[in-house]
């Protein structure tokens, strides 16, 4: 988290999502491809649970400070969209927890991959909404001063 938060800190947000994402895109490429007899090497699993790791510690920290900055003059959706991430976090695990074991470690790759890169595009998606919204704001504020 802690190097995310300083790449956050220096460049935005924007990358560390960026980053973040493409992580968890690329352990479900890893867990695709890689034979079994790889993944168990540790020269392979630690690099790989670093790439989780960080992946993870930004979905744990930066992603929450983004909805926090969609939400900062409304708490209550602010409170609903911590919500919807906890919600969906949690039913994201159940699922895995029950599904994974039942299915090819190929299929369960493929939603890894599939997911981050639908999680990507939706991040992108919702930050252009934003900066359309922000820019039509900053438009009427001006349009509003010049009358």
């Not at 935005?12 to 993944?39: E, I, N």
């Not at 639908?118 to 900066?131: A, I, K, P, R």
């Amino acid at each position: 988290a802690a190097p995310a938060a300083y790449v956050a800190m220096k460049n935005g947000k924007h990358p560390a999502m960026l980053f973040g994402g493409l992580c968890f895109a690329v352990t479900g490429l890893v867990l695709y491809f890689a034979k079994d007899r790889v993944l168990s090497r540790w020269r392979v699993i630690i690099p790989y649970l670093f790439i989780y790791g960080m992946g993870r510690g930004i979905w744990e920290n930066t992603n929450k400070a983004v909805v926090a900055d969609l939400y900062i003059n409304d708490a209550d959706q602010a409170t609903t969209g911590f919500t919807v991430i906890s919600f969906a976090s949690g039913a994201a695990g159940a699922i895995g927890y029950f599904l994974f074991p039942y299915v090819l470690r190929s299929v369960a790759a493929t939603l890894i991959f599939t997911l981050a890169m639908f999680g990507l595009m939706c991040y992108l998606n919702v930050t252009m909404m934003e900066e359309r919204r922000l820019s039509t704001t900053r438009d009427t504020e001006m349009a509003t001063k010049l009358h």
